[in-house]
């Protein structure tokens, strides 16, 4: 532990600690509403505390654990379960190939435990800070200050909801109020027609499919997203060459 302990310190007084824990303040609350709304939604949809509080710990994928968490409590078959865990987290696969020309010199534990606290703004606001896809030296400082914010405002919220889950009412109308707070933070990270395009897709997909059992909706809408978005990356750099 005591080796370990220069290395930290060093870590938190570094000035880009600082700069991405500030970063991430400014979408803190929106996460933290869908923590609490996750945890809640865990213990009503009718998991067991210590299993809502286990998976809050370890998943850290709140959309995965507020889709698997009915189909865990109505007893879905675990096939139904992984599926819907897989396709909802595969974007994290994404995430990690533009990670790769940033990260893929570390050690292979240190990677380990940083694409657990992958997460998608974490994953945004990196890009945007450090646009070129090359390794520095600030950049691991700026990702753990992030994290600080991101994964304690999570973590925090969603045991306070689980801890709270049978003591408030229904009428209160959380669940609303979280899914307004993750549309917002949503909404924020659509700038162009490669990002737009696919939420519009995935969303109308969601609607139309909304009749299939076992939230299969949610499926359907991440394949035609993932289709879309797809065909736009490829599309984007043919057009760009047949351009003047």
């Known amino acids: 532990m005591q080796r370990w302990q220069p290395r930290l310190r060093a870590l938190v007084r570094h000035?880009?600690?600082?700069?991405?824990?500030?970063?991430?303040?400014g979408v803190a609350l929106g996460i933290g509403a869908w923590g609490l709304v996750t945890g809640m939604a865990m213990v009503k949809?009718?998991?067991?505390?210590?299993?809502?509080?286990?998976?809050?710990?370890?998943?850290?994928?709140?959309?995965?654990?507020?889709?698997?968490?009915?189909?865990m409590a109505?007893?879905?078959?675990?096939?139904?379960?992984?599926?819907?865990?897989?396709?909802l987290n595969l974007r994290f696969v994404?995430?990690?190939?533009?990670?790769?020309?940033?990260?893929?010199?570390?050690p292979l534990k240190r990677r380990a435990l940083m694409s657990f606290f992958n997460a998608d703004l974490n994953y945004v606001l990196f890009m945007r800070r450090f646009p070129e896809p090359r390794p520095a030296p600030?950049?691991?400082?700026?990702?753990?200050?992030?994290?600080?914010?991101?994964?304690?405002?999570?973590?925090?919220?969603?045991?306070?909801?689980?801890?709270?889950?049978?003591?408030?009412?229904?009428?209160?109308?959380?669940?609303?109020?979280?899914?307004?707070?993750?549309l917002a933070?949503?909404?924020?990270?659509?700038?162009?027609?490669?990002?737009w395009l696919p939420a519009l897709v995935a969303g109308g997909a969601a609607v139309?499919?909304?009749?299939?059992?076992?939230?299969?909706?949610?499926?359907v809408?991440?394949?035609?997203?993932v289709v879309v978005g797809t065909v736009i990356d490829h599309t984007r750099p043919a057009l760009a060459k047949a351009s003047p």
């Open 15 to 25: 000035p880009e600690f600082a700069r991405g824990a500030r970063d991430m303040v």
């Open 45 to 71: 949809g009718g998991l067991a505390v210590w299993v809502a509080v286990l998976m809050s710990l370890t998943v850290f994928a709140g959309t995965a654990q507020l889709a698997v968490a009915p189909l």
């Open 74 to 87: 109505s007893g879905a078959p675990i096939w139904v379960v992984w599926a819907t865990a897989l396709c």
């Open 94 to 106: 994404i995430f990690s190939v533009q990670w790769r020309p940033y990260l893929a010199h570390l």
């Open 138 to 182: 600030e950049q691991i400082p700026y990702f753990w200050g992030g994290v600080l914010v991101n994964a304690g405002s999570w973590h925090v919220m969603s045991l306070i909801g689980i801890a709270l889950g049978h003591r408030v009412p229904s009428e209160w109308g959380l669940g609303f109020a979280g899914t307004v707070a993750l």
């Open 185 to 195: 933070m949503t909404c924020s990270l659509l700038s162009d027609r490669a990002t």
């Open 208 to 219: 139309v499919a909304y009749a299939l059992p076992l939230k299969l909706n949610m499926l």
């Open 221 to 225: 809408a991440i394949a035609a997203a």
